[in-house]
């Protein structure tokens, strides 16, 4: 039974999230499934490397399916680019090792946060970044961001109420600035639920002065959500690549 491979990019804007939802509202694995399942002519179950949320983009999200047809890839690249709606591309289709899982496999993933720091117009990115318009001192968000980097217990910057670890490793926290905007780019072996998004609220309080970066150490040891920084909207947010093995 073959195993699929495919990498794929979606505008998060009109669907509740990645996960396939029992109440049949639009998700993206719903879309793709359904479209899968009308080109293999048989229930078809994808796998994706995590479960953006509703609103989040992805530009290198990885997925995997298995399927008793066995069908060119480039083939079912080609139908699957004429079928899907127009928000949700398939970059490639490739034919994986049957061992592969798009989620179990994974060892990290990139994300990227885009925030428009400016009061001047945004009109044709709006869908895309979040409007943040205060002045920032971006030394001091940089001094944060090195405090956040290697293996911490980040269950203060995490949204979810889990009994599960949520000690993580972060190896890459970059802070760019494109003219009007600032880009955070997050790389790590994993995140727990919106622990990209209250990262980057809690840094944009610390450039704003809001808070001083000491604060980070601090809610590492208090482990309580409370402590730290607003939630950024989803709209900002975009998972840029997943890496393997």
Known sequence: ??????????????????????????????????????????????????????????????????????????????????????????????????????????????????VWNSDAPCVFDRRFVYVFPDPVDEAAMGRAARLLLGTHDFRGFSAARTNKSTVRTLTGLEIDRLGPELRFTLTGDGFLHRMVRILVGTLLEIGRGDRDASCIGEIFARGTRAEAGFTVPAKGLCLMEVQYR
Request: net charge positive.
């Open 1 to 114: 039974m073959p195993n699929y491979k495919l990498i794929l990019e979606y505008d998060g804007s009109r669907y509740r999230g990645w996960q396939r939802l029992p109440d049949g509202s639009a998700t993206v694995q719903g879309r793709l499934e359904q479209v899968l399942s009308r080109l293999l002519d048989e229930p078809t179950e994808v796998s994706g490397s995590g479960r953006t949320d509703a609103g989040v983009h992805a530009l290198g999200q990885v997925a995997s399916f298995r399927t008793a047809r066995e069908i060119p890839p480039q083939e079912l690249l080609r139908d699957l680019r004429r079928y899907l709606p127009e928000d949700i591309g398939v970059h490639s289709v490739e034919i994986a090792d049957p061992r592969f899982h798009a989620r179990l496999s994974a060892v990290g993933k990139t994300y990227r946060y885009r």
